[in-house]
Antibody, heavy 120, light 108 residues
Framework: EVQLVQSGAEVKKPGESLKISCKGS????????IGWVRQMPGKGLEWMGI????????RYSPSFQGQVTISADKSISTAYLQWSSLKASDTAMYYC?????????????WGQGTLVTVSS | QSALTQPASVSGSPGQSITISCTGT?????????VSWYQQHPGKAPKLMIY???KRPSGVSNRFSGSKSGNTASLTISGLQAEDEADYYC????????FGGGTKLTVL
């Protein structure tokens, strides 16, 4: 069974750093792109970027380039999303999702989401 | 890339059919048959309902169907059920990914 399990909710202060994770299981982690999607409170889905764990090739949405870093450790089948200096506007739910080339690059499996709250 | 355009809300009665539109441009929706649709219930992760414009993943009800004409893709849900009440998002892959703004479906 394909599963993406994300790390737990975080409460941080502005200016702090953060790294959240997404662990894949039940499939070949190095053979599928993993994407990250932001959902701000009461708002829609926003694509942040994707990574191919096989070779760490990474693509960012122009809206998020320079704002976050996406990485992966294929040895433990885990993708990461990190911030070096959080802002209140980073408060959101963050989802990781598997990209299926066989399904037209759709996101076929999703993690449960990680809620990040940034508040002083 | 700008977000794809969806109606903010649609509604229908049980048993009826509804259609949600998703308008992009000739650079995304119009150029590729790589449109997908996601259902999201409150407090839950999105779920893939349609990929490549009109294909259903295993386990998705055949009450859900997709189509495309020009720069506009559509999701149709027939035989509406209470459990269909959710937010729906379209998505286009054209080198990069762009989502629609989302449509809230209310089952009256």
């Amino acid at each position: 069974e394909v599963q993406l399990v994300q790390s737990g909710a975080e409460v941080k202060k502005p200016g702090e750093s953060l790294k959240i994770s997404c662990k894949g299981s039940g499939y070949s982690f190095t053979s599928y792109w993993i994407g990250w999607v932001r959902q701000m409170p009461g708002k829609g889905l926003e694509w942040m970027g994707i990574i191919y764990p096989g070779d760490s090739d990474t693509r960012y949405s122009p809206s998020f380039q320079g704002q976050v870093t996406i990485s992966a450790d294929k040895s433990i089948s885990t993708a990461y999303l990190q911030w070096s200096s959080l802002k209140a506007s980073d408060t959101a739910m963050y989802y990781c999702a598997r990209v299926s080339a066989a399904a037209g690059h759709a996101f076929d499996y999703w993690g449960q989401g990680t809620l990040v709250t940034v508040s002083s | 890339q700008s977000a794809l355009t969806q109606p903010a809300s649609v509604s229908g009665s049980p048993g009826q059919s509804i259609t949600i539109s998703c308008t992009g441009t000739s650079s995304d929706v119009g150029s590729y048959n790589l449109v997908s649709w996601y259902q999201q219930h409150p407090g839950k992760a999105p779920k893939l309902m349609i990929y490549e414009v009109s294909k259903r993943p295993s386990g998705v009800s055949n009450r859900f169907s997709g189509s495309k004409s020009g720069n506009t893709a559509s999701l149709t849900i027939s035989g509406l059920q209470a459990e269909d009440e959710a937010d729906y998002y379209c998505c286009s892959y054209a080198g990069s990914v762009v989502f629609g703004g989302g449509t809230k479906l209310t089952v009256l």
